[in-house]
């Protein structure tokens, strides 16, 4: 059998049953262990899968997200106590960046009583909560406006994001998964998020555990790239776990 096709049948098991192990995948296939490890290492580098010991599992596949405006009622609960952890760890005095997104618009009425705090950012539902705050120093970033995100993103909003430093970078994700990264499923909106994940030491992701070990289309940046992921009780354990073998420091609430 060519490797092509075998790769593909690999593919389509892995798709039917969900996971294989490498000796189900030898009897099968009636090739070496050694050949059939390679073509999981393959596919698994090219996201078709996830490698295990001893085996693979299917990749969900993240679905094209809803507009905002639907997604705030979605895992509500969940939302606002990520909101509220991620909001305690600002302190008075800093600059952050907070970005698009359900998840990140929950911090904000956790932020306002917050004294001489900088806000800098490109969503416009944060800009419209926190405009007139007395206590917070709003920095608007323009560019090229998301209608479905309510955010501006693209080259304009990207240069002016590279103008800044902030203390801390709160972002929503579409999809987080330990092997293969962050992903997005609109190329403007991840190379903004790229600018935005390089003007701060401290990068924090706040998302539900609808987000986990799940892949959509562009790649945005290694699992690696983010200091600290901010998650509810009902993401998996061992992902959670994979996390923090990495290097993330793992925050649940």
């Known amino acids: 059998m060519l490797k092509s096709a075998r790769q593909a049948q690999i593919r389509r098991l892995v798709d ?3 996971q294989i192990t490498v000796a ?35 990749v969900e596949r993240a679905r094209r997200e809803p507009p905002i405006v639907q997604r705030l009622s979605a895992n509500q609960e969940a939302k606002q106590r990520i ?16 970005g698009s997104g359900s998840t990140v618009q929950c911090m904000v009425p956790h932020l306002r009583a917050i004294p001489e705090l900088t806000v800098i950012t490109n969503s416009l539902p944060v800009i419209n909560e926190l405009a007139g705050n007395d206590h917070t120093e709003l920095i608007v970033i323009g560019g090229m406006f998301r209608q ?19 203390d801390r970078v709160f972002m929503g994700i579409r ?3 330990v092997q293969h990264g962050l992903t997005s499923d609109y190329l403007p909106e991840a190379m903004t998020d790229r600018a935005i994940l390089a003007i701060a030491p401290q990068r924090i992701i706040v998302a539900d555990h609808s987000k986990f070990s799940r892949v959509s289309t562009v ?25 923090q073998e990495l290097g993330v420091e793992v925050l649940v609430a």
């Open 219 to 243: 790649f945005l940046a290694p699992v690696t790239a983010v200091s600290t992921v901010i998650t509810d009780g009902d993401t998996s354990p061992e992902t959670l776990a994979d996390l």
């Open 16 to 18: 039917e049953q969900g």
């Open 175 to 177: 999809g987080i998964d």
């Open 24 to 58: 189900e995948l030898n009897r099968l296939l009636k090739v070496s262990e050694a050949t059939v490890r390679r073509d999981l290492e393959e596919l698994a580098n090219q996201g078709w899968i996830r490698r295990t010991h001893g085996g693979a599992v299917k």
């Open 83 to 98: 909101g509220r952890l991620a909001a305690s760890l600002v302190q008075p005095g800093e600059t952050i960046f907070l």
């Open 148 to 166: 479905s995100e309510l955010s501006m993103v693209g080259h304009i909003a990207e240069q002016a994001i590279r103008e800044f430093r902030a």
